[in-house]
């Protein structure tokens, strides 16, 4: 059965740092999602990409990060300048041409130091 | 605000006794209520989901039901097993594509 794979699974960068997340979703995929959790918290919704562009994206998903599906099959999310408060997984998901349900991938672990 | 509130954050149940985990959701628009179970060190894996064309679904050991009036939806697993041990997130989401909006999650413990 296909799976939704990120890499990588934990990055350590200092403050300050750029820090690229990839992602290869499944490839019947239309919908695509990053999301965050900060720990013992709920999943946090940052950006949805949709026929290659942006189709919705929360308070949190401000100009420091930025998504990007540079070959047709990975998907990135980038943070240009991580804070401490960046700390978090990452999950990227993907969803097919119905829209609904959504598949998570393992999650990046980000600790900015 | 769009917002899902889940009950109870912890839950540890007998293995063989059922559990149940409670969500409302806020926002009136949402019409699509996904379920997911998240295991230590892992992703979210998708167990059941229902839309709000539907009053109840249930997939073996698993069942959702959803009250549109009241806004709230519930996931009943029966016959608990220790490898039901995870955390339980519900999440509504208003349209096709649209985002996820998750509750706060349930820690369930089943013990042997």
């Known amino acids: 059965e296909p799976e939704v794979t990120q890499t990588p699974s934990h990055q350590v960068t200092q403050m300050g740092q750029e820090v690229i997340l990839r992602c290869v979703p499944i490839?019947?995929?239309?919908?695509f999602y990053w999301y965050r959790q900060i720990l013992g918290q709920k999943v946090e919704f940052l950006v949805s990409?949709?026929?290659?562009?942006?189709?919705?994206k929360s308070e949190i998903f401000d100009d420091q990060f930025s998504v990007e599906r540079p070959d047709g099959s990975n998907f990135t999310l980038k943070i240009r300048s991580t804070k401490l408060e960046d700390s978090a997984m990452y999950f990227c998901a993907g969803g097919d041409r119905t829209g609904d349900e959504q598949y998570f991938g393992p999650g990046t672990r980000l600790t900015v130091t | 605000g769009e917002n899902v509130e889940q009950h109870p954050s912890t839950l540890s149940v007998q293995e063989g006794d059922s559990a149940v985990i409670k969500c409302t959701y806020s926002d009136s628009a949402s019409n699509y209520f996904p379920w997911y179970k998240q295991e230590l060190g892992k992703g979210p894996q998708l167990i059941i989901d229902i839309r709000s064309n539907v009053g109840e679904k249930k997939d073996q050991r698993i069942a959702v039901t959803l009250n549109k009036t009241a806004k709230h939806f519930s996931l009943h697993i029966t016959e608990t097993q220790p490898e039901d041990s995870a955390v339980y997130f519900c999440a509504a989401s208003k349209w096709q594509g649209g985002k996820l909006i998750f509750g706060q999650g349930t820690e369930l413990s089943v013990k042997p």
């Open positions: 490839s019947n995929h239309l919908y």
């Open positions: 990409f949709y026929n290659n562009e942006i189709s919705e």
